[in-house]
């Protein structure tokens, strides 16, 4: 089994390393991460600058670009060949209910599914590495039994994985969840900066809506790792008979009469 990490921490945050520990044994590793954070990059590519790859002393490659340029480049021909599985991760923090949409360590493990790969992103519910060793384990765990169930393969599929900081042994069973729903976010931060300049600093995110059972977030509030199968489709299939006739009406030209009467 061939796996290519990656994350959106940096090469040198601590999940991906626990991460590539947890994984080496099992599979042949390569790691193509981000040189910087580029937390809440989504999907962005770069695209009007070039990007240049470098490998660390532990041999891990990082790239001057996004999660979604190093998968990408991974991909297209960097590697030089098809890994089996991308894996993102593991994020310091929780990705789940909208926080998916902005999430740079979903947005590498999709663009690995967009390439026909299947993808895992991994992160932990709580920021500063708490557990992180029993998250590397549980990673490693869930990967294998893909790999056993013989769902590794060439289907595609997404899985968006949080996994709660706890020992290992007080882990909750694997629930498969649908996402959450969050508030608004906070409102923006303003600040002058000192040449007398308004600086201003996206709020942080707003409180949970949608905590209800079945959710990720119930789930990881009682201790349970959730698995959220992910898709990139984002057409509102239940409202395309509404627009249907909305469209239809488009079509038809548009009187003046009544604006030119005023």
């Known amino acids: 089994m061939k796996i290519l990490i990656s994350n959106d921490d940096g090469y040198q945050a601590p999940g991906i390393v626990a991460l590539y520990e947890a994984l080496k044994d099992v599979a042949e590793v390569e790691v193509i991460a981000p040189e910087h954070n580029n937390s809440a990059k989504s999907n962005a590519l770069t695209l009007h600058s070039p990007l240049y790859v470098h490998k660390s002393s532990n041999g891990f490659r990082y790239v001057n670009g996004t999660p979604a340029d190093c998968v990408h480049i991974a991909l297209t021909g960097l590697l030089g060949y098809r890994p089996d599985l991308v894996v993102s991760g593991i994020n310091n923090g929780a990705n789940m209910g909208d926080d998916t949409i902005y999430s740079g360590t979903v947005g590498a493990a999709m663009e690995g599914f967009l390439f026909g790969v299947p993808a895992i992103a991994f992160s932990q519910v709580d920021k500063n590495w708490g557990e992180l060793a029993s998250a590397a384990r549980k990673a490693r765990d869930l990967v294998l039994q893909m790999s056993h169930q ?48 308004t600086m201003y600093w996206i709020g942080a995110a707003g409180p949970v809506m949608d905590e209800a059972e079945g959710t990720d977030f119930h789930a990881t509030a009682a201790g349970h790792v959730s698995i959220t199968p992910l898709k990139v489709d984002l057409t509102d299939h239940d409202r395309l008979s509404y627009w249907a006739q909305t469209a239809a009406l488009l079509s038809e030209p548009v009187s003046t009469s009544g604006a030119q009467s005023k």
């Open 150 to 197: 013989k769902l590794i393969g060439r289907t595609p599929w997404l899985l968006n994985v949080n996994v709660p900081n706890l020992p290992f042994d007080e882990l909750g069973h694997v629930k498969l969840c649908r996402l959450g729903r969050r508030h608004a976010a906070e409102p923006v931060i303003t600040q002058l900066s000192p040449r007398g300049d």
